[in-house]
Nanobody
Framework: QVQLVESGGGLVQPGGSLRLSCLAS????????MGWYRQAPGKQRALVAT???????TYADSVKGRFTISRDNSKNTVYLQMNSLKPEDTAVYYC?????????WGQGTQVTVSS
């Protein structure tokens, strides 16, 4: 079993920055992959960024150059640094991890980009 707890969401103006954190309940060293997804109102949940155990990173085209995913194995934490935020980035952001062929989700954290 894995529990994931996200934090760092909030309200920010367009052009601003936020850093999301995802704390796992166990060592993430052996996780196959961890990532961030988001779900805007009326839309399906979509990939934002993922980082695999070999540090292979994938970004959605819409966030390339603005968002950065990273992991700190010593803290069992994955981060999502979000810069140059746009109103269309408004969504609930979810952390996900793949461990022993099981997919786990966090409860989500709201990010609202508005003036």
């Amino acid at each position: 079993q894995v529990q994931l707890v996200e934090s760092g969401g909030g309200l920010v103006q367009p052009g601003g920055s936020l850093r999301l954190s995802c704390l796992a309940s166990r060592s993430i060293f052996s996780f196959n992959h961890m990532g961030w997804y988001r779900q805007a109102p009326g839309k399906q949940r979509a990939l934002v960024a993922t980082i695999a155990s070999g540090s292979v990173i994938t970004y959605a085209d819409s966030v390339k150059g603005r968002f950065t995913i990273s992991r700190d194995n010593s803290k069992n934490t994955v981060y999502l640094q979000m810069n140059s935020l746009k109103p269309e980035d408004t969504a609930v952001y979810y952390c996900a991890s793949m461990f022993r062929s099981e997919l786990y989700w966090g409860q989500g954290t709201q990010v609202t980009v508005s003036s």
